[in-house]
């Protein structure tokens, strides 16, 4: 086990040991207690077993190429989160795990067999997987041949990519988030969550987000099809929508400013402010 696990695992028995406590174990029998890391955070491996190079390994990126060797610990590292009580873990897929360049008819074993053989051993410890198709990563060759997302190719790509993982995995994971994060944008996201690279126009944001959404729906349908429990996931915290309710949004928290709420409550400003600039000068 890496040094950075043991830390992170012997940190957070200090801040769980309440989860031990007989009336939080009564009471929360059916909670799901777990946390989160993603695959191009953690696996490092980045070329091993048939592993494709993604928009994650660019050189000098954070070194994701190495990161804390999940991929090699796995086993280690899954038995200290279920010792701290984990009934849950939420993790990605490395999309060029699965397609190397993006554009393969079929999907590469080895990656395949990695993800069934570290489901199995959540599910042996007794932790629901939590699972992200795609988290801050796609094959590099989908960004340099067709700039990321802003290409209806990766839209295609992507729904190829998630129907294999549906077929492959649905008797093992219950919980999928389809895309991570897209509305963390503003000169970071455009190339992380959308493969946007330099000489962008703002309405090719607004195309690829366009885009990126659609894959996302093309998906859902697919996971509807075989039975998949699906969510979705943004970066925005529950003292947003409390704010919004209450018509107060002069203060952010999350990554974007929430303005409106599921009842239409709030003032709607920034919802019209992006419409705005979608439709260009």
Request: hydrophobic share 35%; charged share 25%; glycine share 10%.
């Amino acid at each position: 086990m890496s040094v950075d696990s043991v830390i992170m695992c012997k940190y957070m028995q200090y801040t769980l040991n309440f989860r031990q406590q007989e009336h939080f174990s009564e009471k929360g029998k059916n909670f799901l207690w777990g946390g989160a890391i993603a695959a191009n955070q953690a696996e490092g491996a980045w070329d091993v077993d048939g592993k494709g190079p993604s928009m994650a390994d660019k050189e000098g990126y954070y070194p994701r190429r190495t990161a804390i060797d999940f991929y090699h610990t796995y086993k280690e590292d899954l038995a200290m989160m279920a010792e701290m009580g984990f009934t849950c873990f939420r993790t990605s897929f490395a999309w060029t795990r699965i397609f190397p360049m993006g554009m393969e008819e079929e999907p590469n074993e080895a990656g395949l067999k990695f993800y069934d053989d570290m489901l199995d051993e959540m599910l042996r410890l007794g932790m629901e997987p939590v699972m992200t198709i795609t988290h801050y990563e796609m094959p590099l060759h989908l960004v340099t041949e067709y700039n990321g997302f802003l290409g209806k190719e990766t839209v295609d790509a992507y729904v190829k990519y998630s129907k294999a993982l549906f077929d492959r995995y649905h008797g093992k994971v219950k919980y999928w988030i389809l895309l991570n994060q897209v509305n963390c944008l503003g000169g970071w996201g455009e190339f992380s969550s959308l493969g946007l690279t330099e000489g962008y126009t703002r309405n090719d944001v607004y195309q690829a987000v366009h885009n990126y959404l659609e894959s996302n729906i093309k998906a859902m349908k697919e996971a509807v099809k075989d039975g998949v429990n699906v969510f979705g996931y943004v970066s925005w915290r529950p003292i947003d929508i409390v704010s919004c309710s209450q018509g107060e949004m002069s203060k952010r928290y999350g990554y974007i400013y929430v303005d409106i709420d599921d009842r239409g409550n709030g003032t709607g400003k920034n919802a019209k402010h992006s419409l705005q600039l979608a439709a260009g000068p």
